[in-house]
């Protein structure tokens, strides 16, 4: 799942300048226009860091490992690599709400 399953471009490293920075915004405008808070709300209610690595668990087991159906040397379908982006990307949305969602409340 590196770079969001291929999804996200290899050029975005460290250090970030103003030019990387952009990048960076279009792609998260890109992210949360894809995947709205408002879509996300099931999810978003889960707060606790276990139910999260429990949702990551079951993702890696039935997306990223495709039900431990994939077999080293096997050459991935591109459905397959839709799939991951798809999900990828839409945790990398989650992941933003989540940490927007805790900053709000510690800087209360």
Do not use: M
Not at 96 to 104: E, I, S
Request: no cysteine; net charge negative; aromatic share 10%.
């Amino acid at each position: 799942w590196d770079s969001a399953a291929d999804s996200i471009p290899a050029s975005i490293r460290n250090p970030v300048d103003d030019k990387l920075f952009g990048k960076l915004q279009n792609l998260a405008v890109s992210i949360t226009d894809k995947f709205p808070r408002s879509k996300l709300q099931i999810e978003l209610s889960k707060t606790r860091a276990e139910d999260w690595v429990n949702e990551s668990i079951f993702l890696a087991k039935t997306v990223a490992y495709n039900n431990f159906e994939l077999h080293n040397g096997d050459i991935l379908s591109r459905e397959y690599e839709t799939k991951s982006q798809e999900v990828a990307l839409r945790q990398l949305a989650l992941a933003g709400y989540r940490l927007a969602d805790y900053l709000v409340e510690v800087l209360k």
